[in-house]
């Protein structure tokens, strides 16, 4: 198992910074890759930026040159720095872990965070 607890969302205005901080605990060797996914209102759920355990990142086309995702392998942290943010960036924002076993697949979810970018 693995648990997720994010931090960092809220109110900015647009062109605005953020971070958010995503820590893991429990069974983290078994991490393959962590990311960040957001949901805005009326919306699916879509990838924002993901990383491996090997430092392999991507990112949605829309945030691309603005975002960065990293991570503390040390720390079982993983981050997103949101910059020149854009009311379209207002979502909940989820953070993502992904094991790969002899079953396949995992997804583990955090409770996600509130960032809403408004003058």
């Known amino acids: 198992q693995v648990q997720l607890v994010e931090s960092g969302g809220g109110l900015v205005q647009p062109g605005g910074s953020l971070r958010l901080s995503c820590a893991a605990s429990?069974?983290?060797?078994?991490?393959?890759?962590m990311g960040w996914y957001r949901q805005a209102p009326g919306k699916q759920r879509e990838l924002v930026a993901r990383?491996?355990?090997?430092?392999?990142?991507n990112y949605a086309d829309s945030v691309k040159g603005r975002f960065a995702i990293s991570r503390d392998n040390g720390k079982n942290t993983v981050y997103l720095q949101m910059n020149s943010l854009k009311p379209e960036d207002t979502a909940v924002y989820y953070c993502?872990?992904?094991?790969?076993?002899?079953?396949?697949?995992?997804?583990?979810w955090g409770q996600g965070t509130q960032v809403t970018v408004s003058s």
């Open positions: 990383i491996t355990s090997g430092g392999s990142t």
């Open positions: 993502n872990a992904a094991t790969n076993g002899a079953t396949g697949w995992y997804n583990y």
């Open positions: 429990g069974s983290t060797f078994s991490i393959n890759r």
